[in-house]
């Protein structure tokens, strides 16, 4: 394996440490899943300035005609070199992409391990989220 030249790569301004399953409910009636999936996904982020660290909740519901139902809210974590407007933008696009995935694999292994069908969420664009999540960003700077 070839060594990678730190003078032509640069490091993220955003990095993923881990993510926390907070919370699951979830119901199954036993009928068979055939309706539509209705998936409803809320952010809300913690900007600590101090620290340089955002933490990213991603809270879901999930709905195939009352057959299926979930709610969950995973929770990520994450640093970042600089919150100017290149960290602010990395937090607001690329963290719900980055954690977003995380909740896709955990519904289809829950469901997989559960003796049902597993249900596979479909890759989603979501970036339409950042504006959802600007409105629910707390940011909190130790300075003031």
């Known amino acids: 394996m070839k060594d990678v030249n730190s003078s032509t790569v640069e490091k993220a301004s955003l990095s ?7 919370s699951c409910f979830w119901e199954y009636t036993g009928e068979d899943l055939t309706g539509d999936l209705n998936i409803e996904i809320n952010p ?5 300035l101090e620290s340089n660290k ?6 879901c519901k999930l709905d195939i005609e009352n057959l299926f ?10 640093s970042f070199s600089s919150f100017n407007e290149e960290g602010r933008s990395f937090c607001l696009n690329n ?3 980055i954690l977003f995935p995380h909740i896709r694999s ?5 469901t997989a391990l559960s003796g049902m069908n597993s249900i596979l969420i479909p890759a989603l664009n979501i970036s339409g ?3 959802q999540l600007q409105g629910n960003l707390e940011i909190i ?3 003031t």
């Open 16 to 22: 993923f440490h881990d993510f926390h399953v907070k």
């Open 44 to 48: 809300y982020g913690r900007v600590e």
């Open 54 to 59: 955002f933490i990213l909740a991603l809270s």
């Open 129 to 131: 989220l950042s504006k």
């Open 141 to 143: 700077d130790a300075a």
């Open 95 to 97: 963290a719900p992409a």
């Open 106 to 110: 955990y519904i289809a292994a829950l």
């Open 69 to 78: 139902r979930a709610q969950l809210e995973v929770v990520g974590f994450f």
